[in-house]
């Protein structure tokens, strides 16, 4: 689409292809939402979005991506990935920015579907990201946070590299929950063999990189 390039950017690893979603791939992101992504009993989103119904959950995943699509702009963007395995949609990757041709530094977030869990997809999606905001987009630092009883996000994230960036306390629930933060500098950053990033070049001037394009 000539004037919305995203729609052409995705990143493949030797198991995964990241890719700014088409309406079919969000139709089907809802469905891995709706199927659940995590037990009932605990929560590792700071907005429980998942304590909705099936079918609720299901449009606001959509609609969420919409919001993100409808407020991208140089000065702070999000920008969320379906991640696709053996032609299915498994989750999202996603990261976000606020006056990055500045600070040079996102945060990421991201989900997989319940049934997908336990295969390393995490791991993997993660070092895409990472590979297309370092290698891609110029980063210098990424940051991400977890709740202290969220095991599977630390552990993706000490896979990684990132080093410890503090604890920030909120409500979860109606409790009191503390979130670990991390931070992960690109002089740390090891890259993961067989990652290729696609259709990228056209979508700088929307991250605010216009210049970055003209230098290469």
Same mark, same amino acid.
């Given at each position: 689409?000539?004037n919305? =390039?995203?729609?052409? $950017?995705?990143?493949?690893t030797p198991?995964?292809?990241?890719?700014? =979603?088409?309406?079919a791939?969000?139709?089907?992101? !809802?469905? +891995?939402a709706? @199927? /659940?992504? #995590?037990?009932?009993?605990?929560?590792?989103?700071?907005?429980?979005?998942?304590?909705a119904?099936?079918?609720?959950?299901? +449009?606001?995943?959509?609609?969420? #991506?919409?919001?993100?699509?409808a407020?991208?702009a140089?000065?702070?963007?999000?920008i969320?990935?379906?991640?696709? #395995?053996?032609g299915?949609i *498994? !989750?999202?990757? !996603?990261?976000?920015?606020?006056?990055?041709? *500045?600070? +040079?530094? *996102?945060?990421? /977030?991201?989900?997989? /579907?319940?049934?997908?869990? /336990?295969?390393?997809?995490?791991?993997?999606?993660?070092?895409?990201?990472?590979?297309?905001?370092?290698?891609?987009?110029?980063?210098?630092?990424?940051?991400?946070?977890?709740?202290?009883?969220? =095991?599977?996000? $630390?552990?993706?994230t000490?896979k990684?590299?990132?080093r410890?960036?503090?604890v920030?306390? #909120?409500? %979860?629930?109606? @409790?009191p929950?503390?979130?670990r %933060?991390? +931070? $992960?500098a %690109?002089?740390?950053?090891?890259p993961?063999? !067989? *990652?290729?990033?696609?259709? &990228?070049?056209?979508? &700088? =001037?929307?991250?605010? $990189? @216009?210049?970055?394009r003209?230098a @290469?």
């Amino acid at each position: 689409m000539r004037n919305w =390039p995203l729609f052409e $950017l995705s990143v493949t690893t030797p198991r995964l292809e990241l890719r700014y =979603p088409s309406l079919a791939d969000l139709d089907e992101l !809802g469905e +891995r939402a709706a @199927e /659940g992504v #995590h037990d009932e009993e605990t929560m590792p989103f700071l907005f429980p979005w998942t304590d909705a119904g099936p079918a609720e959950r299901a +449009r606001s995943t959509v609609q969420y #991506h919409f919001r993100q699509w409808a407020e991208f702009a140089p000065a702070a963007w999000s920008i969320d990935l379906v991640a696709v #395995h053996e032609g299915r949609i *498994v !989750g999202t990757q !996603g990261f976000s920015a606020a006056d990055f041709p *500045v600070l +040079r530094e *996102v945060r990421s /977030g991201s989900w997989v /579907g319940r049934r997908f869990q /336990g295969r390393g997809i995490g791991t993997e999606m993660r070092a895409a990201m990472l590979h297309l905001a370092f290698a891609g987009l110029g980063a210098e630092y990424a940051t991400t946070e977890a709740f202290v009883d969220n =095991p599977a996000s $630390l552990a993706v994230t000490a896979k990684l590299g990132y080093r410890d960036d503090g604890v920030t306390r #909120h409500v %979860r629930r109606g @409790e009191p929950a503390v979130m670990r %933060r991390f +931070r $992960l500098a %690109r002089t740390d950053w090891k890259p993961l063999d !067989g *990652v290729r990033i696609h259709g &990228l070049e056209p979508c &700088l =001037p929307l991250f605010g $990189l @216009e210049e970055q394009r003209q230098a @290469e």
